[in-house]
């Protein structure tokens, strides 16, 4: 881009800013509710709300209550909801088999959002995590992470998944391969309208802490996720993988965490110009509202800019827990 600026006084770029008219009129991005995922936390029971501590105004909730929360983000016209699940430690195993139960948590919550609110797309999470003795997400044997063995785990959980009705699935488990061996298994298996969301650049993050709280797999991870998850100080990598996961049949791809690697969300989508997304994870959430509940900062204010910022770097949409807040303020 060429800036052949007139000199003062001819040209006075406080012009544009004058009034809230001239601001509207020449402001470059939007935030719509449109551009959001909401993300929440499925438990066992009914009527069951859960706090979760780190994670200040959000909550775990029976499936009855998520099918209510999706009927919210449906009136608030949010487009879609992703569900991860809170599984009870007695269903965690080393090889990791509730994961594809065609009736564990998870997929029960999916089919009935799908059954009582069909307009919301729901997306899913694909990873071991929730259901591994080990915390890990793939199958560990002898203190090591094995990717093709993983991926046969993964496959068929992603095959129960789209039986109980999801819309978009999403791999977040960094395992090379599976994203082809999931597009090859729904296309068999006569899924071939299922959208695949892959977390292709997801970094070995310390801004997931919370979310290992909400969905109870702290205690179980020994170790770190550095064999499979992104090294941070790495931005060319992402690119690669990008590349890779759209070439096995990714629809739409996602950088994590999010406000921290802008950078990778700008590369991602003037390299690619795919549907991008970015996930602002429970740990930069947990900043936001920490900072918001001393009075520190003004939290709604900040929660709309932050979310702004995702969109100037380009990001088609975000997958943020202030979801329902932001929908709110926008429609407001
Ligand atoms: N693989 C599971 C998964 N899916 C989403 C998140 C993190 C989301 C968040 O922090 O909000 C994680 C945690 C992890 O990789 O350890």
Redesign the pocket.
């Known amino acids: 881009m060429r800036h052949n600026l007139a000199p003062f006084p001819a040209t006075r770029l406080r012009r544009t800013r004058r009034s809230a008219s001239i601001r509207a009129l020449c402001q470059e991005n939007t935030l719509s509710v449109n551009d959001l995922i909401w993300?929440m936390f499925v438990v066992e029971g009914s009527g069951e709300r859960q706090p979760v501590t780190s994670m200040p105004g959000v909550e775990r909730r029976s499936v009855d209550l998520i099918v209510q929360a999706a009927r919210e983000a449906a009136d608030l016209g949010i487009p879609a909801i992703c569900i991860?699940p809170y599984t009870d430690p007695a269903l965690k195993t080393d090889c990791c088999r509730e994961a594809w139960s065609a009736d564990n948590l998870s997929n029960r919550a999916i089919a009935a959002v799908k059954d009582a609110v069909p307009e919301v797309a729901v997306m899913t999470?694909i990873?071991l995590?929730?259901y591994n003795a080990q915390g890990h997400?793939g199958i560990v044997k002898d203190g090591v992470i094995l990717n093709d063995e993983t991926v046969d785990a993964l496959v068929k959980m992603a095959l129960a998944q789209a039986n109980a009705g999801a819309d978009i699935l999403?791999p977040?488990?960094m395992m090379d391969g599976r994203i082809g061996a999931m597009r090859a298994a729904l296309e068999a298996e006569g899924h071939k309208d299922v959208s695949i969301l892959s977390?292709s650049a997801?970094y070995a993050?310390s801004?997931?802490?919370?979310?290992?709280d909400?969905?109870g797999?702290s205690g179980a991870?020994k170790g770190d996720?550095k064999t499979y998850?992104m090294n941070p100080a790495n931005s060319d990598e992402a690119m690669r993988l990008v590349e890779r996961d759209l070439v096995e049949g990714a629809d739409m791809v996602m950088v994590?965490?999010g406000l921290p690697y802008l950078d990778i969300c700008r590369r991602v989508k003037v390299e690619f110009g795919v549907p991008t997304f970015a996930?602002?994870?429970?740990?930069?959430?947990a900043m936001i509202m920490a900072a918001a509940d001393n009075g520190w900062i003004d939290g709604d204010a900040v929660m709309l800019e932050s979310l702004m910022a995702f969109r100037r770097a380009g990001c088609d949409g975000v997958?943020t827990?202030f979801a329902p807040q932001v929908a709110r303020a926008l429609n407001d």
Request: aromatic content about 22%.
């Open positions: 993300p991860f999470d990873a995590d929730p997400d999403g977040s488990d977390y997801k993050s801004f997931y802490g919370p979310f290992r909400a969905v797999a991870l996720k998850q994590k965490p996930y602002q994870v429970s740990g930069e959430y997958l827990y």
